[in-house]
């Protein structure tokens, strides 16, 4: 099982998780208060929008022009960084725009 999850971590999935947890450390890191639990948190949460959000951030960059050299895989790491650096930040704004619908359908009802 150990030698599946070493194998897992070395692949391509792998470093893009690992580099989303290590933007999740870096944005906790950065914060005036830092409690063990925010921490926890902000690195499940790197790594979550890593898998995820990954190839939105890598099409974004694209999208505004950077030239980026690399394949897919070799920039998967880069990608993963910068979405687990965004990833608490972008899920606040998802939580808060589907608490704002949330609360526009209850009034119309």
């Known amino acids: 099982l150990s030698g599946a999850v070493l194998t897992w971590l070395a692949g391509e999935t792998g470093r893009a998780v690992i580099a ?20 926890i948190v902000a690195v499940a949460a790197g ?8 190839p939105v951030v890598l099409a974004g960059l ?9 394949t897919e895989a070799e920039l998967a790491p880069t ?25 526009r359908l209850g009034k119309s009802k």
């Open 79 to 103: 990608a993963g960084f910068l979405a687990g650096l965004a990833g608490m930040s972008i899920a606040k704004m998802l939580v808060a725009l589907m608490e704002t619908q949330a609360a």
């Open 47 to 54: 790594a979550l929008a890593a898998q995820f959000l990954g």
């Open 20 to 39: 989303g947890a290590a933007g999740g450390l870096y944005r906790w890191l950065m914060q005036e208060r830092r409690r063990l639990r925010d921490g």
């Open 62 to 70: 694209r999208l505004v022009g950077l030239k980026l050299q690399g």
